[in-house]
Each structure stands twice: as structure tokens, then as C-alpha cells.
């Protein structure tokens, strides 16, 4: 059986624009578009998390707190677990997969992409995907970007404005750009 596109990313392999495939990104993306358009017009906290959901199938728990406008290409990558509060403005981008483990707290304008493009300029009309995944505990400071292939530690601080392209481990401040270990906790 083939594999869908979407299983081809999340399994880290590099899609040319070209890929007859690639379409099919384009059409879910913009199947979910009314559905984010919709919780970011919402006032209620329940029904963001409702719409959400729907894009996510299912992936967010009804703990987690998401403030709009939010913003997202896909949605269908993105789990979300128990407690998390998630500030405004932030933008997933989840076609490599963005976990976030109970608990965590992510700031205002925090960037997590999952995705890129490869360096040399021959194959940069492709899309390149590694998954993120932050740990239990964990804390986004304001305006962090968090880049593909990057793991979050638990009950680590990232701070505010920081740039995140390696793995943080557990229970540390990290900062700067690019980011790096600034002491432990």
C-alpha cells in the first residue's frame, strides 16, 4: 500500500514541490481553513478547543487552553496535552508533527515549525519535515522559534525571543540564538 503524503512527512522524507502528491497538501489545508477562521472568531475558550480539535482529529485535550488568533497551515499534526496554555498569536506550522506534553505554558507569538526546505538551492523547491516534540513541564518564553527535528526537555525554560534549531534538555534555562544551555535548574 502506498503511503499518503502526509505519511511520507511525518516520516522525514523531503517532498519536491513537483511530487504529484503535493496537491494534496494544498487541498487539506484548505479544508481546514474554515475551521481555524471560525475559532479565531470565537469568543468562547471551549469552542476554539472544539474546532481545534476537529482539524487536529482529536489530538487536544479539552484541558488545554489556546488563545486566538492562532495560527496553523495544517492542523492535523498538532497534539496538544492535558493543561497546556498556549498565549496568542503563535503559529504551528505541523506537517512534521508537533507534540506538547501536559503542562506546558507557551508565550505570546512563539513560532513551532515543524517544516523547512532543504539548504542547497538545486532542492529548495521541496518541503523537508522533522518533528517537534516539548516535554512535560516545559516553558516558551515570548517570540521563540522553534525549528524542525528539536526536542524540548522537561521542565526546561526557553526564553523570550530565543532561536531553537538543537535538542534542550531536561530541567534547564536555554536562550539566545541559537539557542544554548544558559544554566541548569
Known amino acids: 500500500m502506498n503511503k499518503t503524503i502526509f505519511e511520507r512527512l511525518l516520516q522525514g522524507e523531503t517532498i519536491p514541490f513537483s511530487d504529484p502528491d503535493y496537491m494534496e497538501i494544498r487541498k487539506a489545508c484548505a479544508e481546514n481553513k474554515p475551521l481555524l477562521l471560525k475559532a479565531n472568531q470565537s469568543a468562547d475558550a471551549k469552542e476554539v478547543i472544539l474546532l481545534l480539535n476537529q482539524m487536529a482529529n482529536g489530538k487536544i485535550a479539552e484541558s488545554a487552553t489556546v488563545y486566538t488568533p492562532f495560527h496553523t497551515n495544517y492542523g492535523g499534526n498538532i497534539s496538544i496535552g492535558e493543561n497546556v496554555f498556549v498565549n496568542h498569536d503563535c503559529s504551528f506550522l505541523d506537517l512534521g508533527g508537533i507534540t506538547i506534553d501536559d503542562g506546558v505554558m507557551i508565550g505570546p507569538k512563539v513560532v513551532i515549525s515543524s517544516e523547512g526546505h ?15 516534540h516539548i516535554k512535560r513541564n516545559a516553558w516558551i518564553g515570548a517570540n521563540v522559534t522553534i525549528l524542525p527535528n528539536v526536542i524540548i ?15 534542550v534538555p531536561d530541567n534547564v534555562i536555554a536562550g539566545g540564538v541559537p539557542a544554548k544551555i544558559i ?3
Open 153 to 167: 526537555g522537561e521542565n526546561s525554560v526557553v526564553a523570550a525571543g530565543a532561536v531553537v534549531s538543537r535538542d
Open 183 to 185: 544554566r541548569q535548574l
Open 118 to 132: 532543504p539548504i542547497a538551492p538545486a532542492q529548495r523547491n521541496s518541503l523537508s519535515a522533522g518533528k517537534v
